[in-house]
Nanobody, 115 residues
């Protein structure tokens, strides 16, 4: 089992910035993928950004150039720096962790972009 604890999120005006963080603990194997998904009301959960243990990164087209994912492998944490936030970034953001055993999710943190 893997436990994920998220922090960050909140209310921000359009054009503002927020930072999300997620710490993983438990049965963490060397090969894994860790990152962020989001789900807006009435919509499916979509990938935002993920980073593999090998260092490869994938971003959703809608956040490229605005969001940056980073990892601290020693601490098993992943962060998402979100800049130039838009109304359409409003969603519940979920930390995700996947390894050979399974896929795990955080409890979700609300990000609201509104003036």
């Amino acid at each position: 089992q893997v436990q994920l604890v998220e922090s960050g999120g909140g209310l921000v005006q359009p054009g503002g910035s927020l930072r999300l963080s997620c710490a993983a603990s438990g049965s963490i194997f060397s090969t894994h993928v860790m990152g962020w998904y989001r789900q807006a009301p009435g919509k499916q959960r979509d990938l935002v950004a993920v980073k593999t243990s090998g260092g490869s990164t994938t971003y959703a087209d809608s956040v490229k150039g605005r969001f940056t994912i980073s990892r601290d492998s020693a601490k098993n944490t992943v962060s998402l720096q979100m800049n130039s936030l838009k109304d359409e970034d409003t969603a519940v953001y979920y930390c995700s962790f996947r390894n050979v055993v399974g896929e795990y999710w955080g409890q979700g943190t609300q990000v609201t972009v509104s003036s």
